[in-house]
């Protein structure tokens, strides 16, 4: 279990995320929060490969000045359609064109992860995709007026509001969210065999 394996470590969210924190609270894990503020700039690598890299920079950022029992968990999402990444909303109207964009299709959501713990760095990702249901005009308006869909990927919040409009998702739901928990169960034993925990 998680939170046994890593009883031992002083772990360090490197996230401001309610959702990421809500999910590590789940797990029955202590944590503080040292969000690192680092630029995530958008460029021509693959999707993925650019969630990576924020996450990357954002655990290495957070470990410069991290002890020998800390543990630096950092995570980026990104929601794709058709190839583009559609970001956090800028205003009200970028979330309605989101929205708008969305509404009866498929999207992909990427979270990567990285753990820096004792020098090592490991990094993976998970990706899910999502189906939106129709969304009128009217749902679109009241959903941007609820303030919800301006400080997430893609203008939703698939564990709040957002979840009314999600008519299928494949992959894992928790990684819709910010954090696909398995694959960081995954990354943690990873560290486990290499010894390193």
């Known amino acids: 279990m998680l939170h046994k394996i890593l009883e031992p470590y002083n772990?360090?969210?490197?996230?401001?995320?309610?959702?990421?924190?809500?999910?590590?609270?789940?797990?029955?894990?202590?944590?503080?929060?040292?969000v690192s503020n680092v630029d995530e700039p958008e460029n021509d690598d693959e999707p993925a490969q650019q969630a990576i890299r924020h996450a990357m920079n954002k655990a290495v950022a957070i470990s410069l000045n991290s002890g020998e029992r800390d543990m630096v968990i950092a995570a980026d999402t990104i929601v794709v359609l058709d190839g583009r990444i559609l970001g956090k909303p800028e205003h009200e109207d970028m979330a309605a064109h989101y929205l708008k964009q969305l509404s009866g299709r498929e999207h992909i959501v990427i979270t990567a992860i990285c753990v820096s713990v004792n020098n090592r760095?490991?990094?993976?990702?998970?990706?899910?995709?999502?189906?939106?249901?129709e969304l009128s005009d009217t749902e679109i308006t009241e959903y941007v007026a609820s303030k919800e869909p301006m400080d997430k990927a893609g203008a939703y919040g698939i564990q709040g509001l957002g979840s009314q409009f999600i008519s299928e998702i494949?992959?894992?739901?928790?990684?819709?969210?910010?954090?696909?928990?398995?694959?960081?169960?995954?990354?943690v034993n990873a560290l486990r065999q290499e010894g390193l925990l």
Do not use: W
């Not at 990702?125 to 999502?130: A, D, F, G, I, P």
């Open 121 to 133: 760095l490991v990094c993976d990702h998970e990706q899910s995709r999502v189906r939106f249901a």
């Open 11 to 34: 772990i360090i969210l490197a996230s401001a995320s309610p959702r990421r924190a809500e999910l590590l609270k789940l797990l029955g894990l202590e944590y503080t929060v040292r």
């Open 170 to 187: 494949e992959g894992c739901y928790f990684n819709v969210m910010g954090f696909p928990i398995h694959k960081f169960y995954r990354l």
